[in-house]
């Protein structure tokens, strides 16, 4: 056997891959075990309650580590049908997927959670999604596909809710102010959009050395700043080289249409009648894309990406484009695809928008980034899928 510290990196990283998948193989088998122990009631024979409490004692696993697996293995191994002639897995999709080593017991958890309120035939994009990606970014993948098949659905018998209002509590005690508040989602994104360039840590110099303050002591100091700001309305924060503004995205054909919704900085969904009214509000910038869902040209060449080119970037991208980022615009930095250095010019063609550690990992590895068909799609290196098969961030491009 080979020493490990002997084996180059990608070697040992493909290593560690094809372990992960024969634990997964195992667990699959382990799966079915526990789920014919079920099914001929071993946990009655034995004397217990149920097969959870029997595995609690056997493996000496907690009660809920017990109670997932059970779980799980139900789901995938089937139960019988009414005919009492075959066994069919409740997640047949997702059965295999498990069976081939592809996915964890958490993938299976997150699935089958998404898959109570989804439709069957969304079984399919959703596991061939976890195939690619961490469970919690399958769980929001989930969310999504679940608005998108049903944003358009009237809840029969159901009257519209009222939105919530705002809410903002003051206290003083012991000689300081506490605040606390509930804004709605618009409100709340506008807010963050303000305090967020204010709160960024302060420079590391030779004076003051690096900034020490946890992030709620930088958003503290970042209300006051505000405040003070507000108080000199002359005197506004910049981000990403513009006035803090809120941007609306939304198609044109939807928008005309007055359906579907908008799409906000952060990922929040606005109503299509709302957007009109919030086009007239200081500080809002509708954003309308166009026919193929790409943005319409506000920009120009520059050799610094200036605020007309990343607006349309911000629409286009919808934040961090690597897949299964959820990062949001104001935490992104604009990536040139074909390096400046190397000839490529500052324009939205040859750019993508990256947070800071994407941006750092498309710097420092393997990993690639080409725009296909106007979409930002990324390539990993070949100890992660020897086929270096293309990714997008499905959420961000919707």
Sequence with gaps: MIETRLLPTDELLRSVVSKVTEIRVREHELMQEIAELDRRGAATELGYKDLAQVLRHAVRWDLTTAKKWVATAARLSGAITPTGSELQPELPATAVAVAEGALSIEHVAVVAKAMETLPAEAEAPLVDYARDHEPNEVRKFGEDLLYRLYQNDPAPGDTEPAP???????????????????????????????????????????????????????????????????????????????????????????????????????????????????????????????????????????????????????????????????????????????????????????????????????????????????????????????????????????
């Design 164 to 398: 919530p209002g705002n809410e903002h509590i003051m206290r003083w005690k012991n000689g300081r102010l506490e605040i606390r508040a509930k804004l709605d989602k618009v409100t709340g994104a506008k807010y963050e959009a303000l305090i967020d360039p204010l709160a960024k840590p302060r420079p590391n110099t030779a004076d003051e050395g690096p900034d020490l303050r946890s992030r709620e002591q930088r958003e503290g100091d970042a209300l006051a700043d505000l405040i003070d700001l507000m108080l000199r309305a002359d005197q506004l924060p910049e981000h990403g080289g513009e006035p803090v503004t809120l941007t609306l995205t939304m198609p044109y054909e939807d928008l005309a249409n007055q359906v579907g919704h908008a799409t906000l900085d952060n990922g929040d969904r606005v109503p299509a009648e709302q957007v009109r009214q919030f086009a007239c509000n200081a500080g809002i910038i509708p954003m309308v894309l166009g026919g193929a869902g790409q943005p319409l040209d506000v920009g120009r060449k520059t050799r610094t990406f200036p605020a007309a080119i990343r607006r349309i970037l911000v629409t286009r991208d919808r934040g961090c484009a690597f897949p299964g980022c959820g990062r949001p615009p104001r935490q992104c930095d604009a990536h040139h695809i074909r390096h400046w250095a190397d000839g490529g010019d500052t324009s939205v063609d040859n750019a993508v928008l990256l947070c800071r550690h994407h941006h750092t990992l498309i710097h420092q590895s393997k990993w690639e980034v080409k725009l296909v068909t106007g979409i930002p799609t990324f390539y990993p290196p070949a100890w992660l899928d020897p086929q270096q098969r293309p990714r997008r961030n499905l959420i961000n491009t919707a």
